[in-house]
């Protein structure tokens, strides 16, 4: 279902990116002088069929805008699979992010913007009891006197490009490719308690990502649009820290990945404000006439 749902919003990206005005152009072609009205240079005008997709605009140049997108996501033990083969599990956690933008549409339906963000995972992990007799005969133990908990604050700082694609003549629903280059910070803790003696870990993550993020919007009052955004992933570079409960480094690591896949945990709604809707300007007038 997942790759379905890419390859769905990898064409849905395409037809975004490609949507240049459609305007009739002028084509030279070789020919034989003696067949096409024997003009020197055997040049003949073909024009292009004119499809006025270019009539639908979802935003006009020289607008403003600013928002704020979020996205929250919980898991518990309700939402566990294996506590079938678990007894006493207690699992939870939860991430939460705030993403405040600001943009400026530098022509009809192609803007380019800022955006900061935050992020928030806590999550625990206690007791177990898990008992695999059902599936591998004498494998059994307990997790009993550990505990497990996690705690990640992030800031980040992007820019973006973003193009849409009107689907209706009026421009109040639409599509839109956005191209994202993202640079984050984030501080986590792990703390654990083995045999009742409690330990700590501490990480310093650096990320540099380039993100593909498509997504819908739809006009709810003349002059906010809603929208509902799709992280699918791309490349990025991760550079991490690593101390003790004392700030002394134990270690680091450097890795990066290329991949596109759905994130849940980026699926994000937002609400867009345009500070000067040129779009009624152009509406009014349309009506006038």
Same mark, same amino acid.
């Given at each position: 279902?997942?790759?379905?749902?890419?390859?769905?919003?990898? +064409?849905?990206?395409?037809?975004?990116v490609?949507t240049?005005d459609?305007?009739?152009i002028?084509?030279?072609?070789?020919?034989?002088?003696?067949?096409?009205?024997?003009?020197?240079g055997?040049?003949?005008?073909?024009?292009?069929?004119?499809?006025?997709? /270019?009539?639908?605009v979802?935003?006009?140049?020289?607008?403003?805008?600013?928002?704020v997108?979020?996205?929250?996501?919980?898991?518990?033990?309700?939402?566990?699979?294996?506590? +079938?083969?678990?007894?006493?599990?207690q699992?939870?956690?939860?991430?939460?992010?705030?993403?405040p933008?600001?943009?400026?549409?530098?022509?009809?339906?192609?803007?380019?913007?800022?955006r900061?963000?935050?992020?928030?995972?806590?999550?625990?992990?206690?007791?177990? =009891?898990?008992?695999?007799?059902?599936?591998?005969?004498?494998?059994?133990?307990s997790?009993?006197?550990?505990? +497990?908990?996690?705690?990640?604050n992030?800031?980040? *700082?992007?820019?973006f490009?973003?193009?849409?694609?009107?689907?209706?003549?009026?421009?109040r629903?639409?599509?839109?490719?956005?191209?994202?280059?993202?640079?984050?910070?984030?501080?986590?803790n *792990?703390? *654990?308690?083995?045999n009742?003696?409690?330990?700590?870990?501490i990480?310093?993550?650096?990320?540099?990502?380039?993100?593909?993020?498509?997504?819908?919007?739809?006009?709810?009052?003349?002059? +906010?649009?809603a929208?509902?955004? *799709?992280g699918?992933?791309?490349?990025?570079?991760? =550079?991490?820290?690593?101390? /003790?409960?004392?700030?002394?480094?134990?270690?680091?690591r450097?890795?990066?990945?290329?991949?596109?896949?759905?994130?849940i945990a980026?699926?994000?709604?937002?609400?867009?404000? =345009?500070?000067?809707?040129?779009?009624?300007?152009?509406?009014?007038?349309?009506q =006038?006439?």
């Amino acid at each position: 279902m997942k790759k379905i749902f890419t390859l769905l919003m990898a +064409v849905l990206v395409v037809s975004t990116v490609y949507t240049a005005d459609a305007q009739s152009i002028v084509l030279g072609i070789e020919r034989d002088s003696t067949k096409v009205n024997r003009k020197p240079g055997g040049l003949i005008q073909v024009n292009r069929v004119n499809r006025e997709i /270019d009539k639908s605009v979802f935003a006009y140049k020289s607008e403003w805008i600013c928002g704020v997108s979020a996205s929250y996501g919980t898991l518990s033990t309700d939402n566990a699979t294996l506590a +079938v083969i678990m007894d006493n599990l207690q699992l939870g956690g939860s991430i939460v992010s705030v993403k405040p933008y600001f943009g400026y549409f530098y022509s009809n339906n192609r803007s380019v913007g800022a955006r900061f963000g935050y992020t928030r995972m806590a999550g625990h992990f206690d007791n177990a =009891h898990i008992d695999l007799g059902n599936f591998i005969n004498g494998i059994e133990f307990s997790t009993e006197g550990i505990g +497990v908990n996690y705690l990640s604050n992030a800031y980040s *700082f992007a820019i973006f490009h973003r193009a849409y694609l009107p689907l209706d003549k009026r421009g109040r629903f639409g599509v839109f490719g956005e191209l994202e280059l993202e640079g984050q910070y984030g501080r986590s803790n *792990f703390g *654990f308690m083995y045999n009742n003696e409690l330990g700590e870990s501490i990480s310093d993550t650096y990320k540099v990502a380039f993100n593909f993020n498509p997504g819908v919007a739809a006009y709810i009052f003349p002059n +906010v649009c809603a929208t509902v955004s *799709f992280g699918l992933g791309g490349l990025q570079y991760n =550079h991490i820290k690593q101390f /003790d409960a004392d700030m002394n480094p134990t270690g680091t690591r450097d890795f990066s990945k290329l991949a596109f896949r759905l994130n849940i945990a980026e699926i994000n709604i937002g609400v867009t404000v =345009h500070l000067w809707s040129k779009k009624n300007e152009q509406n009014l007038r349309l009506q =006038h006439d």
